[in-house]
Structure formats: structure tokens, C-alpha cells
Nanobody, 122 residues
Framework: EVQLVESGGDWVQPGGSLRLSCAAS????????MTWVRQAPGKGLEWVSR????????RYAGSVQGRFTISRDNTMNTLWLQMNSLEVEDTAVYYC???????????????RGQGTQVTVSS
């Protein structure tokens, strides 16, 4: 059974930092690209970032480019999202997901975790 468990969400002031983690199990983690998506209150899912299976190629949404860093450790079956210079607009539930399809194509996934809440406010 594929399981993705996120952690690390918290309340933080604007300009602060958080590091989200995603523990993966039930599949060969090193064989899959992974992605982070988020859902802000009252809005739809938004793709945030993706990383290829080897961890050598990353992509970011324009809204987080330069502030967020995605990474992974295939020996630990773990995915991270380092978030710096957080803004109020980053408030959302963040999900890690197993990427599906062409890495350079549209953002798609087949499994998603339960999510972790990130709240940015003063």
C-alpha cells in the first residue's frame, strides 16, 4: 500500500521559514518523481514543485521560485520542501504526491498524502 505522510507544518510569521517532510512507503521511492502541491483556503489545488526520481532535476511554480527548495533522499525514502521568506499567500495545506506521467508535462499525480497545514500570519 502506497503511503505518504507529511509533517512539519506550523504557524510562522511572514518572512519565516519552515521545512516540510514527506515519508514514503509501499513503493519503490527511487523510481518515481515526486511533487508538492498545496491548497489554500477556498481555492483549488496548486502545483508547487516537483523533483525527478534521481533528485537531479527540479521545477518550481513561479510563485515560489527562489524561495522554496525541493529535495529528496532515496536511501531514506523521504522528500522535503524547504520554504524560506514565507508570505501570507503561502498559507495552505501542503501535500506531497507521487508524480505521474511526463516530468516535463502537466502536473499530475496518482497518490497524495493527508497534508500538513502551513499558516503564515503576523
Amino acid at each position: 500500500e502506497v503511503q505518504l505522510v507529511e509533517s512539519g507544518g506550523d504557524w510562522v510569521q511572514p518572512g519565516g521559514s519552515l521545512r516540510l517532510s514527506c515519508a514514503a512507503s509501499g513503493f519503490t521511492f527511487s523510481s518515481y518523481a515526486m511533487t508538492w502541491v498545496r491548497q489554500a483556503p477556498g481555492k483549488g489545488l496548486e502545483w508547487v514543485s516537483r523533483i525527478n526520481s534521481a533528485g537531479s532535476v527540479t521545477r518550481y511554480a513561479g510563485s515560489v521560485q527562489g524561495r522554496f527548495t525541493i529535495s529528496r533522499d532515496n536511501t531514506m525514502n523521504t522528500l522535503w520542501l524547504q520554504m524560506n521568506s514565507l508570505e501570507v499567500e503561502d498559507t495552505a495545506v501542503y501535500y506531497c504526491a507521487r508524480f505521474l506521467g511526463n516530468f516535463y508535462g502537466p502536473s499530475r499525480y496518482d497518490y497524495r498524502g493527508q497534508g500538513t497545514q502551513v499558516t503564515v500570519s503576523s
